[in-house]
């Protein structure tokens, strides 16, 4: 089936420092979704991006839609203790009914 | 506004017993969605459902894996018999779309998921 690779799998920061990770897929996505679960829930749907080249913000958090569209991006500034999670990629296939969620960047904040 | 409410929270079952979990989607969502997190695969749409009609279950993993969603507001999703393997975080989730667009364009909400443990 269709796979999501997200880099870094895990990261160790400073608080306040600034956060980057990637998703990558082997063949072009429509849609590309943020998603953050922390521990004992489901995941959130932080930011959705529609088009190609699109760059969206919300509040501390920039993601971009790669203009491949096989790609997005999730920027996290001035990192704080609550953004520690399982940060996810996520999109519909291209084709027929499935949905797909990457293989997630786990996030940690050291205060 | 409730959420998306899923039972149990926890469940341990010995392998080879019958497991059901519930979702109560929010309200006036169309869309309803299961999928199954682990650490080895992790979160796999398993079936969904468009005004309670199952339109695609191809991420069910076998014949002992069932789901129904008998009215808007309540689905299942059950094993039998369970095994071992069986064993992960089961989430449900809503959205308010219909078609290919409830994948596309419509936010999922998710539950907090039912632990499963199969012995």
């Known amino acids: 089936g269709q796979q999501l690779n997200q880099s870094p799998q895990s990261m160790f920061i400073q608080e306040g420092e600034d956060v980057s990770m990637n998703c990558t897929s082997s063949?072009?996505?429509?849609?590309w979704l943020w998603y953050k679960q922390d521990p004992g829930e489901g995941p959130v749907l932080l930011i959705a991006?529609?088009?190609?080249?699109e760059l969206t913000s919300n509040g501390r958090l920039t993601a971009q839609f790669g203009i491949t569209r096989k790609d997005s991006f999730l920027n996290i500034s001035a990192s704080i203790p609550s953004d520690v999670g399982i940060y996810f990629c996520?999109?519909?296939?291209?084709?027929?009914?499935?949905?797909?969620f990457g293989t997630g960047t786990s996030l940690t904040v050291i205060p | 506004d409730a959420g998306v409410i899923q039972s149990p929270r926890h469940e341990v079952t010995e392998m080879g017993q019958e497991v059901t979990l519930r979702c109560k989607p929010i309200?006036?969502?169309?869309?309803l969605f299961w999928y199954r997190q682990t650490m080895m695969r992790g979160l796999e749409l398993l079936i969904y459902?468009?005004?309670?009609?199952?339109?695609?279950d191809s991420g069910m993993p076998e014949d002992r894996f069932s789901a129904k969603m008998p009215n808007a507001s309540f689905s299942t999703l059950k094993i039998q018999p369970s095994e071992p393997r069986d064993s992960a975080v089961y989430f449900c989730?809503?959205?308010?779309?219909?078609?290919?667009?409830?994948?596309?364009?419509?936010?999922?909400?998710f539950g907090a998921g039912t632990r499963l443990s199969v012995l």
């Open positions: 996520a999109g519909p296939a291209n084709t027929g009914n499935q949905f797909y």
């Open positions: 989730a809503s959205s308010a779309g219909t078609g290919s667009a409830s994948l596309a364009k419509n936010i999922q909400y």
């Open positions: 063949s072009i996505f429509n849609t």
């Open positions: 991006l529609y088009k190609a080249g």
């Open positions: 459902f468009n005004n309670n009609v199952p339109i695609d």
């Open positions: 309200s006036g969502h169309n869309s």
